[in-house]
């Protein structure tokens, strides 16, 4: 007998059929003697539509407000699960984030998870009953409903997996595994049977949205057993369905020198140009960037040439206008900058593989793979396990498909 936390996506119980055959799933692993924790999203949809309803009202929702409408979708899933769940003879209990007190800080549309009372689940589980809980809420200490960012409910579902010392935490959504890259993207992408832990952290928040990155975070930190499998497929509880987030202690296998190409649509990039080379630049040009809490990525300064230099860096899309305003009306002049030029069309694609760590020659093929199709990369970021460039967003799809060719990421590895 295993204790199992099974998170529904949004397309997983995104009608009433599907939330059916959800519970039928539950059933099968319950009829096992198995327990059962069941984490559920919004129906597909439901949020984007509950953050357009809000925006209707007020362009600019208050967060603490946004977070008391955004939350009401996984209420609604609650409960028709737990009801399906009953349909199938079994006992089923539905509650809210703040019902299992679900603690985090107070960061609206952003909050982090700080703990959870376990005991109350424990308590269900142990009288036979599928505890089923909302993803993506939570409350703080004020008591305030608190949401934990797009794609959350992932990291509510390892967060309780990591709670009850969970056997395994089941990540179920619409393909069946994390994949060379995204298969809606490349057709030819080959699901991984195995993937690193780090490789996965690195994955996730470089854009592919198969996994909340916090939720990878969590299952490193409490090493929670943590596999993606499909919701549509018919296969129950195979051996080695799926894929399996391994630690690199326990994987001594063969590892390839790239796992996966991740990509993000939402890069805007920014330019200040002319700036004085002299100490203390980089910090008054980022200090009131990361004052109006807008998160920097990739940052480049220049060499300086004649006293002077640029300095460019790359900000989420949505806070692109922002950060222009901040730059032009606020640094340029206090700095003596030229001027600022910004670009909103970029996007960021990244190779991944821990196997890069041994090789050399990984960069290279990449740039050339590049330039064979006259893709110019406009910046480059790198680190131990990754390599990233930013390029015009209209290029995306086709650096994306060349590169996966070009790492033999279609082929099976042997
Ligand atoms: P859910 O609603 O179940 O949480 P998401 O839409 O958040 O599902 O995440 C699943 C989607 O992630 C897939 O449909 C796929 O398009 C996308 N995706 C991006 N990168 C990958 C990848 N490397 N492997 C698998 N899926 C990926
Ligand atoms: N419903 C939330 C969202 O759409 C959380 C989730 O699906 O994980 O972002
Ligand atoms: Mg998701």
Redesign the pocket.
Known sequence: MALIVQKY????VGSPERIKKVAQRVAKYQEQGHQVVVVV?AM?GETNRLIELAKTIQAQPDPRELDVVISTGEQVTIGLMAMALMQEGLQAKSYTGAQVQILTDSAFTKARILSIDEQSIRTDLANGCVVVVAGFQGMDEEGNITTLGR?G??TTGVAIAAALRADECQIY???D????????VVPEARRLKNITFEEMLE?ASLG???LQIRAVEFAGKYKVKLRVLSSFSEDFGQEGAGTLITFEEDNKMEQAIIS?IAFNRDEAKITVRGVPDKPGIAYQILGPVSDANIDVDIIIQNVGVDGTTDFSFTVHRNEFAKAMDILKNKVQKHIGARDVIGDDKTAKVSVVGVGMRSHVGIASKMFRTLAEEGINIQMISTSEIKISVIIDEKYLELAVRVLHQAFDLDQEIL
């Open positions: 996506g949004g397309t997983s999203s597909s794609g409910s992932d959504t619409d393909v595994g994390v994949y060379t890259t995204d298969p809606r994955m592919s949205k198969v996966g």
